[in-house]
């Protein structure tokens, strides 16, 4: 059993997909959650609600637009006021697939600004604190489009490549700040390959599109193309490879970025 007991965990995105699997697992391992995406008071209020019956001993939202730096900065300020995040999942992203010539630089701008940007600011706010605590986990959520490309994401794979890269100048400079008996201040990624949210149901639905509008077939279909196991991954995987991640006993596990992609970047 991993107990998160007196820690308090900021997800960014929380309020759906991925980022509430991971923040579903902190909680159940009594972690407090700062919850955090674009949401509305009640879709925010019922999230908080349901982290606390999983077992977080208190959750709270703290709203904050990622495309603008300042709003960053008064979240991370915010959640300091709240006791700070001893471990910072930086989840919230955004996707747009379209060819490089054709992608409109506003998309490549949000896209920059919403997957890496946000993830160095928050780190920078976070990391110092935790290394004076003697604990902290960064967790970032990349991808498989952290470690290989695929057309028709410029931007996307940029920043997730820029993620990878910043993880570990983090978890370098990191490596030996903290305390070992507290488990140290560890930086690492998760790469996910298809996890079914709503972050791909736009590429589901082209893919559906080929085939009458078959659903199952347009997943069959994007599974087939990249992803050996043919299996999407479940958000409550990726939250318990989180999880882990967040032990105490991971103290020496830093910098490295780990693929739950069913064998897509072992081709
Ligand atoms: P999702 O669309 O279900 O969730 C995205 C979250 O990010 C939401 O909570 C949303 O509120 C938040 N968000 C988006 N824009 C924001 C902004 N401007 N400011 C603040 N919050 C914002 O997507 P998901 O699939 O759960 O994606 C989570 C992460 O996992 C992303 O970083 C994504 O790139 C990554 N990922 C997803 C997959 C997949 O197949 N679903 C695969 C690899 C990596």
Same mark, same amino acid.
């Given at each position: 059993?991993?107990?998160?007991?007196?820690?308090?965990?900021?997800?960014?995105?929380?309020?759906?997909?991925?980022?509430?699997?991971?923040?579903?697992?902190?909680?159940?391992?009594?972690?407090? %959650?700062?919850?955090?995406?674009?949401?509305?008071?009640?879709?925010?209020?019922?999230?908080?609600?349901?982290? *606390? #019956?999983?077992?977080?001993? =208190?959750?709270?939202?703290?709203?904050?637009?990622?495309?603008?730096?300042?709003?960053?900065?008064?979240?991370?300020?915010?959640?300091?006021?709240?006791?700070?995040? =001893?471990?910072?999942?930086?989840?919230?992203?955004?996707?747009?697939?379209?060819?490089?010539?054709?992608? /409109?630089?506003?998309?490549?701008?949000?896209?920059?600004?919403?997957?890496?940007?946000?993830?160095?600011?928050?780190?920078?706010?976070?990391?110092?604190?935790?290394?004076?605590?003697?604990?902290?986990?960064?967790?970032?959520? #990349? &991808?498989?489009?952290?470690?290989?490309?695929?057309?028709?994401?410029?931007?996307?794979?940029?920043?997730?490549?820029?993620?990878?890269?910043?993880?570990?100048? #983090?978890?370098? $400079?990191?490596?030996?700040?903290?305390? /070992?008996?507290?488990?140290?201040?560890?930086?690492?990624?998760?790469?996910?390959?298809?996890?079914?949210?709503?972050?791909?149901?736009?590429?589901?639905?082209?893919?559906?599109?080929?085939?009458?509008?078959?659903?199952? *077939?347009?997943?069959? =279909?994007?599974?087939? $193309?990249?992803?050996? &196991?043919?299996?999407?991954?479940?958000?409550?995987?990726?939250?318990?490879?989180?999880?882990?991640?967040?032990?105490?006993?991971?103290?020496?596990?830093?910098?490295?970025? %780990?693929?739950?992609?069913?064998?897509?970047?072992?081709?």
């Amino acid at each position: 059993m991993i107990d998160l007991a007196g820690k308090t965990a900021l997800v960014t995105g929380s309020v759906q997909g991925i980022g509430l699997g991971i923040a579903e697992a902190l909680a159940a391992a009594g972690a407090r %959650i700062a919850v955090h995406g674009l949401a509305g008071d009640a879709e925010a209020q019922e999230v908080c609600a349901h982290l *606390r #019956a999983r077992g977080a001993p =208190d959750a709270a939202f703290f709203p904050g637009d990622l495309r603008d730096s300042d709003r960053i900065e008064e979240l991370m300020g915010a959640v300091a006021a709240w006791g700070g995040a =001893d471990i910072l999942v930086n989840n919230a992203g955004i996707q747009h697939a379209a060819p490089l010539a054709e992608m /409109p630089r506003a998309k490549w701008e949000a896209i920059l600004q919403v997957n890496l940007t946000a993830a160095f600011l928050t780190m920078k706010a976070a990391l110092p604190v935790m290394a004076a605590r003697g604990y902290g986990r960064v967790v970032n959520i #990349a &991808s498989v489009h952290g470690l290989v490309a695929s057309k028709d994401k410029a931007p996307y794979v940029a920043a997730k490549f820029g993620l990878v890269g910043l993880s570990k100048v #983090a978890a370098l $400079e990191y490596a030996a700040r903290g305390v /070992p008996a507290r488990g140290g201040v560890t930086v690492n990624c998760i790469c996910p390959g298809w996890v079914e949210t709503a972050l791909i149901e736009p590429q589901i639905a082209a893919r559906a599109a080929l085939h009458d509008g078959d659903r199952a *077939r347009g997943v069959a =279909d994007l599974l087939a $193309e990249k992803q050996p &196991s043919l299996r999407m991954s479940r958000t409550s995987e990726i939250g318990a490879l989180a999880l882990w991640l967040c032990a105490p006993m991971a103290h020496n596990l830093t910098g490295a970025a %780990i693929p739950v992609d069913g064998g897509w970047t072992a081709q």
